[in-house]
């Protein structure tokens, strides 16, 4: 069990510009999360996908953004048209769906920085 | 929609200290509760987490008990150690999928 990765590690990135991380979950587990969290705060819910499918979408989600898990396996976020505010850790997590409470591991994170 | 509340940082203590940080939910019908860790450098690790009212997760000498009563998840440490320092998130988990954390504490102890 090698947990989550996340890459990049980190990102600097110009304005307007579009960037795109990846994560790698845990190899058995078929949620994958994506959150974003901004310095001094707690990790805030973007989207999750149960295999392939993407279940639900925040607020927080605009349309820059669009995430995809097309095997099942590996996800990728992508940001397009970058903006200041964008600037934040992005938290990949993965679980087991057992039908119960299942614990969520999370990766290192993407940290972006927009100039 | 679901919150959670805990107390603001940093928390600076003195090694064999006791540690608590209060956590309080609001949330509709029954969530899971879960704390959380940040290790300086490091990605978030699960510490302990209850599922339902009155149980108690333990680990690493950490403890919290879920309290329906009064809507909290207090996490209580003995006796502190440097390799404590850290932030811990409080977070919950209500219909199976995304979970809802609060700020964050950090904690600081000192030799």
Not at chain 1, 59 to 83: C, H, M, N, V, Y
Not at chain 2, 72 to 83: A, D, W
Not at chain 2, 88 to 98: D, I, P
């Amino acid at each position: 069990d090698t947990g989550v990765s996340q890459n990049p590690r980190h990102k600097i990135t110009k304005r307007g510009q579009n960037v795109t991380f990846r994560c790698d979950p845990i190899s058995e587990h078929n949620r994958l999360y994506w959150y974003r969290q901004t310095l001094g705060q707690g990790p805030e819910f973007l989207t999750y996908f149960q295999n392939e499918a993407q279940l639900e979408k925040s607020r927080l989600l605009s349309d820059r953004f669009s995430a995809e898990r097309p095997k099942g396996s590996f996800s990728t976020l992508e940001i397009q048209r970058t903006e200041q505010g964008d600037s934040a850790m992005y938290l990949c997590a993965s679980s087991f769906d057992s039908g119960g409470a299942d614990t969520q591991y999370f990766g290192p994170g993407t940290r972006l920085t927009v100039l | 929609g679901d919150s959670v509340t805990q107390m603001e940082g940093p928390v600076t203590l003195s090694e064999e200290a006791f540690l608590t940080i209060n956590c309080t939910y609001t949330a509709t019908g029954y969530p899971s509760l879960f704390w959380y860790v940040q290790y300086p450098g490091e990605g978030l690790q699960l510490l302990l987490k209850a599922t339902k009212a009155d149980d108690k997760g333990s680990n690493k000498g950490f403890e919290a008990t879920y309290r329906k009563e009064t809507t909290s998840f207090h996490l209580e440490k003995g006796s502190v150690q440097v390799s404590d320092s850290a932030v811990y998130f409080c977070a919950l988990l209500r219909g199976g999928n995304k979970l809802t954390f609060g700020g964050g504490t950090r904690v600081l102890v000192k030799p």
